[in-house]
C-alpha cells in the first residue's frame, strides 16, 4: 500500500514549535515556507515518538530543528511561566513577578473587606490581618527563585480563623 499525506503540520518559525495539525485535504499544500510558518506533511506512515501517543502530545514534547531538519524531543518544561524559544525553554523575570503580583492582589482582595472599621473582627484579629496584608506586600522583596517556579517562593500563612 502507497503512503500518502495524513496530516499537515504548520511550524513556527521563529520557534519550531507546531503551531497545528490538520488532517490533509484531498490537494494538500505544498511542504514549505508560507508566511510565517513552515508547512510539513505528515505521511500516513509516520509513527509517534516514544512517549508520545496523539497529535496533542507530539505537538507538546517535539519541535522542527531546522538545521537538522528533524523533529527532536523538548525538555521538560520547568514551569508554567517557561516558553519555548526553539532550541530551549526561557522565562522572563517580569513574566514571573507579574504572575507573583497577580496572586498577591487575589488574596489581599480576599481580606479588603477585613480592613473597614465595621467588619467585627476583634483587635487581635484586625492586626492579624494587617500583618497578613503586609506580608503580601512585601512578597516582592523576595529573592528570585532559582527554579523560577511560584511554589518556591514563602508564601505568608492565611490567619487561623480565616
Known amino acids: 500500500m502507497s503512503t500518502y499525506v495524513k496530516e499537515i503540520i504548520r511550524i513556527d518559525n521563529a520557534t519550531g514549535n507546531i503551531k497545528s495539525i490538520s488532517l490533509a485535504p484531498v490537494n494538500p499544500p505544498v511542504e514549505g ?37 528533524t523533529w527532536v524531543a523538548k525538555s521538560p518544561r520547568p514551569n508554567y511561566l517557561a516558553t519555548w524559544s526553539g532550541t530551549e525553554w526561557i522565562w522572563e523575570e517580569d513574566a514571573f513577578w507579574t ?9 489581599l482582595l480576599e ?36 527554579d523560577g ?12 480563623f480565616l
Open 33 to 69: 515556507v508560507e508566511g510565517n510558518v513552515t508547512i510539513k506533511h505528515l505521511m500516513s506512515d509516520f509513527t509517534f515518538p516514544e512517549g508520545c501517543s496523539t497529535n496533542i502530545e507530539f505537538m507538546e514534547n517535539y519541535y522542527w530543528n531546522f538545521a537538522s531538519e
Open 99 to 107: 504572575a507573583v503580583r497577580q496572586i498577591r492582589n487575589d488574596k
Open 111 to 146: 481580606t479588603d473587606w477585613m480592613t473597614l472599621p465595621d467588619s467585627r473582627l476583634s483587635e487581635s484579629q484586625r492586626n492579624e490581618i494587617y500583618l497578613y496584608r503586609q506580608l503580601l506586600r512585601d512578597i516582592t522583596y523576595q529573592a528570585l527563585p532559582a
Open 149 to 160: 517556579n511560584l511554589d518556591s517562593l514563602s508564601w505568608p500563612s492565611k490567619p487561623t
